[in-house]
């Protein structure tokens, strides 16, 4: 015993899904551009910060460094000359 079946249904049914599968990979082809766009500027953003750091933390401390510069400068001559000889270093002394 044979059973007809209606090909022309079964040909529509088949090209809805594959329409369906085409328009969804589409779409996960987009998505997957969106998501990498938005990896790329998720990186480029915490570099961007990174650098930012980076620099404020350069100038601080060119800050300090400029500053410590200053302070010894006006701190020399020293009322006390350095030890210029062996004997002058107490450590050195017998």
């Known amino acids: 015993m044979f059973t007809h079946i ?3 249904s079964l040909k529509k049914y088949v090209g809805k899904k ?13 998505g997957a ?8 500027g998720f ?3 915490e570099v961007y910060r990174l ?5 404020k933390t350069k100038e601080s401390e060119a800050h300090v460094d ?3 510069d200053k302070a010894l ?3 020399f001559p020293a009322s006390d000359p350095p030890a210029s000889q ?3 270093i107490p450590v050195n002394r017998q």
Do not use: M, P
Request: proline share 0%; hydrophobic share 45%; aromatic share 10%.
């Open 6 to 8: 209606d090909t022309s």
């Open 18 to 30: 594959i329409g369906r599968r085409t328009h969804s990979n589409a779409f996960l082809k987009f």
């Open 33 to 40: 551009a969106v998501g990498i766009a938005a990896s790329v």
């Open 43 to 45: 990186i480029a953003r």
């Open 51 to 55: 650098a930012q750091a980076h620099r």
């Open 66 to 68: 400029a500053t410590h």
């Open 73 to 75: 400068k006006g701190s």
């Open 86 to 88: 062996f004997f002058d």
